[in-house]
């Protein structure tokens, strides 16, 4: 098949795509919340001290290797990367999710090529598997922690009504919570305690800690208290009302995942159907399937109906994903 033609139907595959992605996604509610949610913050943030700054780093900054220094040279927006690592709650660092990634793609091929695959595929699901697998690790321990933390953080915000409401400061109920609550919440209201201690501002504590967490629950709770102590009134009585609607957001999350539970069911099979049947049309019979490697009409055919794939998964996933 000449080259001409392939290059110029996959150019024409890779428009399309673009454009029916363009058409579908349209405005992320989430995007807009954010910017939203920054545009208050920034109305009412403080600013720290540099002697603050300084303390701060001294005592909470993280010693870079040279692991950490070779890898923010090689992987992609490095600063990203270490904030979702920072997301997760654990010691991970950038050179260390590196060396993983390295070790899975050199790994992968390595096996590929002595069970008998193609170099060119062993190389690419070499990729496939070095750059999919870490960050879906780091993706579901993110999801994990920020859903303890949402399923505990009301009772949280109650602990603090009732601290309020007892006579003790908005300083030491933050305290308090971080001490007596189990999980993430405790870890990231003891982290905001500590440096308060050090003489950060508590706005500018919570607001790191929202910045790291990246959930809009606590970017309400930041909000609500910077608005407070500007204008004034019962905190207590507002934050009872906050982790009200959060259980309400709660709840609807809930439900709306066990309406939509069925429909992400079919989306999945369909999905890995047509996988699962050249994962074992390969093992029944290897040499027919490594025409698909080795034909150029086969593997236009393959791209082909990979993007097509691509756009009816993608299009189900906006079907049964709902922004709250």
């Known amino acids: 098949m000449p080259l001409i033609p392939v290059i110029t139907l996959a150019i024409g595959a890779l428009i399309t795509l673009g454009l029916v992605y363009v058409a579908f996604a349209g405005p992320s509610p989430q995007r807009v919340a954010s910017r939203r ?3 208050v913050r920034q109305r009412h943030a ?3 001290g540099d002697p603050v700054e ?3 780093r001294r005592i909470t900054g993280r010693s870079s290797t040279k692991a950490d220094r070779a890898a923010m040279r ?3 927006r490095p600063e990203e990367l270490q904030k979702r690592l ?3 709650g654990k010691p991970w660092t950038v050179g260390r999710y590196g060396g993983i990634t390295l070790g899975i793609f050199v790994g992968t091929v390595l096996l590929l090529l002595l069970i008998g695959f193609p170099l060119l595929l062993a190389i ?3 990729l496939a598997g070095g750059g999919g697998i870490p960050h879906f690790a780091v993706s579901y321990v993110i999801g994990r922690r920020i859903k303890a933390f949402n399923a505990k953080f009301p009772d949280a915000i109650e602990l603090l009504v009732r601290g309020l409401r007892s006579g003790l400061p908005i300083t030491e109920t933050m305290a308090v919570v971080g001490s007596e609550v189990s999980g993430p919440v405790g870890e990231e209201f003891r982290s905001v305690a ?3 201690k050090i003489g950060r501002s508590m706005d500018v504590a919570l607001q790191e800690t929202a910045d790291r967490l990246g959930t809009a629950e606590f970017q309400f709770f930041v909000i609500t208290i910077a608005i407070q102590r500007e204008t004034g009134g019962n905190l207590a009585e507002t934050l009872q009302n906050l982790a009200t609607v959060l259980r309400l957001r709660g709840q609807m999350k809930l439900k709306i995942k066990a309406m939509s539970s069925e429909s992400k069911a079919s989306a999945l099979i369909i999905g890995s159907l047509p ?4 994962g074992l049309i390969w093992f029944i019979n290897g040499s027919y399937m490594q025409k698909f490697f080795m034909d150029e009409r086969l593997m236009v055919a393959g791209v082909g109906g990979m993007i097509w794939m691509s756009i009816g998964a993608f299009i189900m996933s906006k079907m049964v994903n709902f922004e709250i």
Not at 275 to 278: G, L, N
């Open 86 to 88: 920072n997301m997760t």
């Open 275 to 278: 996988f699962i049947v050249f």
């Open 74 to 76: 090689f992987l992609p």
């Open 46 to 48: 403080a600013v720290a």
């Open 124 to 126: 690419f699901l070499g």
């Open 37 to 39: 949610l920054d545009t």
């Open 194 to 196: 500590d440096k308060m």
């Open 54 to 56: 300084a303390q701060l």
